[in-house]
């Protein structure tokens, strides 16, 4: 018994079908007026389910992430800050350091793109079906150690960090100093993933030879660094920031239209 299109829909949802009923009546329409066989027909509708499935299941794992945003470094302009090493981000971007159970540090000044390339790269990992966790670094290791007092609440905040194929810790000592208890679990973090080989991507604007002072323990700084250090890719973002670029531009742009 041929069914009408309403039944159609109605089927389509039982059987949780929701990119073929996005698509059905447009493709119905296509197939009558380009002749189209049934074979093309259903061909074309597998592909839209397949299409909506795939775009869902990316909008989990964005979600799951905790990326703030889907950066790219097509979008990146290359051209402002030349001495940033462009060949090398790009071949972080191809992943393979995940592979391998590498981390990549990337160093330097405030607003020249370490945190932009950082997503990037968090982001193509996401797309290629890698579990990512990004987080700001110094909150989220305040918040773990607050959190020390509740073991099944530190336990949730941990297990994110740990089970990632790829961890982004952002802007790690944007203060000068952390708190003890938040180094103590840095130093778990990294020694954990270390031991798994799973790895890690890393912006600060502070140079290794100061974590010292930031950790505010030399002991502690290189069972750190020991780890981190021994499986490593070292980027060194300098130039010009970013960020008042974009304000002058726009301070030109209102006074250009006052």
């Known amino acids: 018994m041929t069914m009408s299109i309403l039944e159609m829909k109605k089927t389509l949802k039982q059987l949780r079908l929701s990119g073929v009923l996005a698509t059905l009546e ?15 027909v259903l061909s074309d509708l597998l592909q839209d389910e397949l299409d909506r499935r795939h775009t869902r299941l990316l909008d989990k794992c964005l979600q799951r992430s905790g990326l703030p945003e889907r950066a790219s470094l ?11 090493p462009k060949r090398t981000c790009f071949e972080l971007n ?25 997503k990037a790269i968090a982001y193509s990992a996401v797309r290629s079906g890698l579990h990512v966790t990004y987080v700001e670094a110094d909150e989220f290791l305040n918040n773990l150690a607050i959190a020390a007092a509740e073991p099944l609440r530190k336990k ?25 208890e938040s180094a103590d679990e840095l130093q778990a973090i990294l020694h954990r993933r270390y031991s798994l080989r799973r790895s890690c991507i890393i912006t600060t604007n502070r140079i290794i030879d100061d974590w010292s002072k930031c950790l505010g323990d030399a002991a502690l700084t290189t069972a750190i660094l020991d780890r981190l250090l021994h499986r490593s ?21 209102a006074e250009e239209s006052a």
């Not at 447009?26 to 093309?40: F, G, K, P, V, W």
């Not at 097509?74 to 940033?84: G, H, K, L, R």
């Not at 890719?233 to 742009?253: D, Q, W």
């Open 156 to 180: 949730k905040l941990m297990k994110p960090l740990i089970d990632a194929d790829l961890l982004v810790l952002d802007d790690l000592f944007l203060r000068r100093k952390i708190a003890t």
């Open 94 to 118: 191809t992943l393979k350091f995940i592979a391998e159970g590498s981390n990549a540090i990337l160093v330097g000044k405030a607003g020249t793109g370490k945190s932009h390339v950082a």
């Open 74 to 84: 097509a979008e990146f302009d290359w051209t402002y800050n030349p001495q940033i």
């Open 26 to 40: 447009t493709r119905l329409l296509e197939a009558q007026t380009s002749n189209l066989s049934a074979l093309d």
């Open 233 to 253: 890719i070292p980027v060194e973002f300098r130039g010009r920031s970013y960020r008042l670029k974009e304000a002058s531009t726009r301070l030109v742009n």
